[in-house]
Antibody, heavy 122, light 108 residues
């Protein structure tokens, strides 16, 4: 059964860059055909899609975050990663990685990581 | 950008009741609509995709309907474990994902 395991720091300073990794187990990230995603949720608020990366490395970013986001994939480690730069307090949120329920590009997410609470504070 | 609006924001209900939650899109999203359940401290759980298809392992008391701009999630008989926040999400057209603001089911 495919699982997503997130890792990364829970506290980051303002103006710095957040780096999170999502490790895929129970399946191969490169041969899967999926478009792997990152989503975030500020405390007490709703969900916001950050971006997605295809199995072949194509990237797709939320226009509102595009200038600050980089998503990459490391097939040798079966991982994909998120970098978000120039952090402010508004970036404080739980960050999730997720996999869509089919390989038809952008579909609903049926498998989620456990979430990482990231606080931006000095 | 397509805006998703959910109603009501909060609903107080008793176990056993039938519940209907609404989600409206600012323009047509065809049937590219999903529903998620989220409990405190947990990741969202996919309930419905394609507006009406239950995801794997989802009980039959959950059903979705609608197309275009108007969608509903119905829980036929509310169980204690169903008290949570429910989100609708449109997907596929650019930008590919937009979520509603959520509807919270509270115990009356």
């Amino acid at each position: 059964q495919l699982q997503l395991q997130q890792s990364g720091p829970g506290l980051v300073k303002p103006s710095e860059t957040l780096s999170l990794t999502c490790t895929v187990s129970g399946g191969s990230i490169s041969s899967s055909g999926y478009y792997w995603g990152w989503i975030r949720q500020p405390p007490g608020k709703g969900l916001e899609w950050i971006g997605s990366i295809s199995y072949s490395g194509g990237t797709y970013y939320n226009p509102s975050l595009k200038s600050r986001v980089t998503i990459s994939v490391d097939t040798s480690k079966n991982q994909f990663s998120l970098k978000l730069s120039s952090l402010t307090a508004a970036d404080t949120a739980v960050y999730y990685c997720a996999r869509p329920q089919s390989t038809d590009a952008f579909e609903a997410f049926d498998i989620w990581g456990q979430g990482t609470m990231v606080t931006v504070s000095s | 950008e397509i805006v998703m609006t959910q109603s009501p924001a909060t609903l107080s209900v008793s176990p056993g009741e039938r519940v209907t939650l609404s989600c409206r899109a600012s323009q047509s999203v065809s049937s590219n609509l999903a529903w998620y359940q989220q409990k405190p401290g947990q990741a969202p759980r996919l309930l419905i995709y394609g507006a009406s298809t239950r995801a794997t392992g989802i009980p039959a008391r959950f059903s979705g309907s609608g197309s275009g701009t108007e969608f509903t999630l119905t829980i036929s008989s509310l169980q204690s474990e169903d008290f949570a926040v429910y989100y609708c999400q449109r997907y596929n057209n650019w930008p590919p994902y937009t979520f509603g603001q959520g509807s919270k089911l509270e115990i009356k």
